[in-house]
């Protein structure tokens, strides 16, 4: 997040809260604030939009934490940074093939048009993009959402619109959400340091 000139990060915490604040009381660059959700979780879109206040009117990075990755020759925030338009688009996503992608057991969440549109696939299509927990998002898009809800909803009203954009990683994504997907992408990582 340095390297792509992030200057702070609000961190949600819920599950093992005090061993995250632990690791994360030692960094100094982005800045770190926690907002706490030990009293309840707030699920994805609930998270951001109960910290909404610091982002003011500006387009800000989301990312899950169940997700990891390794940038290609470009910093894939940098990457996102340039891409997004807000005249065009409401929501812009990192996407990884979802054939490649480490730890993850899916269909497949989006399908890429040419001009970077994303469409969800109906219940009997693969889609070959999986959404890698990384995105861009405008503060204004939250209005009118419940203190718990998942971004999903913002996703596909922006699809709706013709506002939801992809771009694909260059790197290796690995989802981290799961024991077995956890040992996968250590052993993935320990065989690139070779």
Request: net charge negative.
């Amino acid at each position: 997040m340095e390297n792509a000139g992030v200057e702070e990060a609000i961190v949600n915490v819920h599950y093992l809260p005090d061993q995250i604040i632990g690791h994360l009381g030692g960094r100094r660059a982005p800045r770190i604030t926690i907002s706490d959700e030990r009293a309840g979780l707030l699920d994805s879109g609930g998270g951001i939009l109960k910290v909404l206040d610091a982002f003011g009117d500006a387009p800000f990075f989301s990312l899950n934490a169940d997700t990891i990755w390794v940038d290609g020759p470009k910093c894939n925030l940098n990457r996102m940074r340039a891409a997004f338009e807000p005249e065009t688009m409401d929501v812009l996503l990192l996407l990884a093939s979802a054939v490649t992608t480490i730890g993850w057991g899916n269909r497949g969440d989006f399908l890429l048009a040419q001009d970077g549109r994303l469409t969800r696939p109906d219940k009997n299509t693969v889609a070959p993009f999986a959404y890698t927990g990384v995105a861009v998002l405008k503060p204004a898009l939250f209005e009118g959402y419940p203190p718990i809800f998942s971004l999903n909803r913002i996703f596909d009203a922006a699809a709706a619109k013709g506002r939801l954009f992809g771009l694909r990683l260059d790197g290796i994504f690995m989802h981290v959400g799961t024991p077995e997907a956890l040992i996968e992408a250590e052993n993935a990582l320990q065989q690139a340091e070779r």
